[in-house]
């Protein structure tokens, strides 16, 4: 497996005309080294993407912060329910939000949950709160999506439902089939998320980009990667570097700076602070014509983080590609 930490240098680029060559070599089945398989993938994916097959994501201007639809995920205030996570992503400055299973809805009905098993009433006193503070949710995840087609489709009926363009997991592989049906009638993209590196579990392979790709490479274009920066980090991955692997299949991102590169047990900080290369990724996503989401996942000194989740809004706000 080539290393995907490793990138190149542009004497070392290949010619669009390789590109080709080993864009239909791949298509055709034959073995490729790892970085024209790598190269042929990316070049595939720019393909589809500039032949219209990727619908574009229509979040409004208005809800975006330097040209990103930015906000972020729910589970930043994973303390809180569903309705203060709607209050507190408003105050920090954004404007748009990421929801996840199974948090709390209100306080004063602790056993009500939020997520795609939710009754009616319940999806219609969040989507009141998100007219009220003028929020627009634009990814539901970390979602689990097993072999039954069934399970699988009464996730994309809630986001559908909810307007929500993307739904991000870990899917089990012998799901892709079940998925790729319900991404093609809902139009609603896959983002496949990373967690760190297990050293007691080789066979998760969810963090190695090159993996993510190989999962959907042959399949819808609107199937492809929630760039998880912090996991990336942990796992010793170089961000940028894994961007550009999964060019033209990177759909949104939960977008983290932390205190140290390769480890594990390294935490948030501020965005611009930390070791992740924030303004770095904003510059390659903006490169890739990104229009999906990025989410703050900050998960650190959760019972009171409000302050540093508005820095990192504040650093976005402040960015010059």
């Not at 490793?6 to 298509?27: D, E, G, I, N, V």
């Not at 790709?213 to 042959?218: I, P, T, Y």
């Not at 948030?268 to 014509?289: A, F, H, N």
């Amino acid at each position: 497996m080539s290393d995907p930490t490793r990138s190149s240098s542009p004497a070392h680029q290949p010619s669009r005309r390789s590109l080709l060559t080993a864009a239909a070599a791949l298509a055709a089945g034959v073995a490729l080294p790892p970085f024209a398989r790598r190269a042929a993938a990316i070049d595939t994916g720019k393909l589809l993407a500039g032949a219209g097959r990727v619908p574009p994501i229509d979040i409004p201007d208005s809800h975006k912060i330097s040209g990103f639809a930015m906000g972020c995920q729910a589970y930043t205030f994973n303390r809180f329910t569903v309705l203060e996570a709607i209050e507190k992503t408003a105050k920090a400055g954004a404007r748009v939000i990421e929801f996840y299973p199974g948090q709390k809805v209100r306080a004063d009905q602790p056993a009500v949950t939020f997520g795609h098993t939710s009754p009616p009433a319940v999806i219609e006193q969040v989507k009141a709160k998100l007219r009220e503070h003028d929020l627009i949710a634009v990814n539901y995840g970390v979602v689990g999506l097993p072999n039954k087609a069934a399970d699988v489709r009464k996730v994309f009926e809630f986001a559908k439902f909810m307007n929500i363009p993307a739904v991000t997991s870990e899917p089990q592989p012998d799901a892709l089939d079940a998925i790729e049906a319900c991404v093609k009638e809902f139009n609603v993209r896959l983002c496949i998320h990373d967690h760190p590196k297990r050293a007691n579990d080789p066979k998760y392979m969810f963090w190695n980009p090159e993996w993510v790709l190989d999962q959907v490479r042959a399949r819808d274009p609107r199937m492809g990667a929630c760039a998880d920066v912090g996991h990336w980090v942990r796992s010793g991955v170089k961000p940028v570097d894994a961007l550009k692997v999964l060019e033209g299949r990177v759909f949104s991102s939960h977008l983290k700076d932390l205190n140290e590169f390769g480890n594990t047990k390294a935490h948030d900080v501020p965005y611009g602070t930390g070791v992740s290369g924030v303004k770095d990724v904003l510059d390659e996503l903006k490169r890739q014509g990104f229009d999906g989401n990025i989410s703050i996942e900050y998960e650190y000194k959760q019972e009171d983080n409000l302050a540093e989740v508005t820095k990192c809004i504040d650093f976005v706000k402040a960015y010059k590609a």
